[in-house]
């Protein structure tokens, strides 16, 4: 059996009680922390399961799935990844793989920042498509995540951008900034009220409603997203207001 387990978007008191008893039940526990910053500690959870936790590189599971998988064959193993486990391609990739082995699998779901985001009083179903700012780096600039925002914006839809693993929520507002600049689509200018929240999930966890201009000069660290609001409902304003 392949138990696929969230850890939630916290530190190590996230995890579910099925998904403790899931770790304490399996021969080998391995975790893979690259898809999404985790804030918890490992050898507290490892102190909570009682056995060792091996951790995974991006080549483990994207390169190596199907040697992964097939170590169920001669047992049970939990595979605990950050947030919720159904959120990352990589994931279903791995249970393709189980699939196609003839290896059973369960998923165990945990919190996600899909869902955590509703602490900013933004009303969930009002969000477009989802989009990932990146570092843009020497002969590699995408723009996709802008272009998702700018259609979101003309739906009146609210857009959630993910951040780098690494980047604060101002070095993702002038990467926008930078894009305006060339695609003059009116997204966002320094005048622009935008969500800025970082580590959602924890006692820490903070949420600013500002103008763009104010959010640089006040980074928020990671793990952290930003929020570009569509149309707002008379009470999503409300909520932004009391920030």
Known sequence: MLYLVGLGIGDEDDISVK????CESSDQVFAELYTAMWQGSLSR???????????????????????????????????????????????????????????????????????????????????????????????????SFYDAGFLNKGQGMHTLFLLDVDMDTGEALRVLLDIEKKKKGKLLDPGTKVVAASKLGLEKG???YDKVESLIKKPLKPPAVLIIPGKLHFVELEWLDSL
């Not at 998904?19 to 899931?22: H, I, S, T, Y």
């Open 206 to 208: 903070h949420v600013e």
């Open 19 to 22: 998904g403790l008893k899931a």
């Open 45 to 143: 959870l490892e102190k909570a399961i009682g056995k060792k936790i091996s951790v995974l590189e991006r080549k483990d599971l994207e390169e190596g799935s199907a040697r992964f998988v097939k170590k169920a064959r001669k047992g049970d193993i939990t595979l605990l990844v950050p947030g919720d486990p159904m959120t990352a391609t990589t994931h279903i990739n791995v249970l393709m793989e189980a699939k196609k082995s003839g290896i059973p699998f369960r998923i165990i779901h945990s919190s996600s920042i899909l869902t955590a985001i509703a602490e900013t009083g933004l009303n969930l179903y009002n969000f477009g498509k989802t989009a990932t700012v990146v570092r843009p780096e020497k002969g590699y600039a995408p723009t």
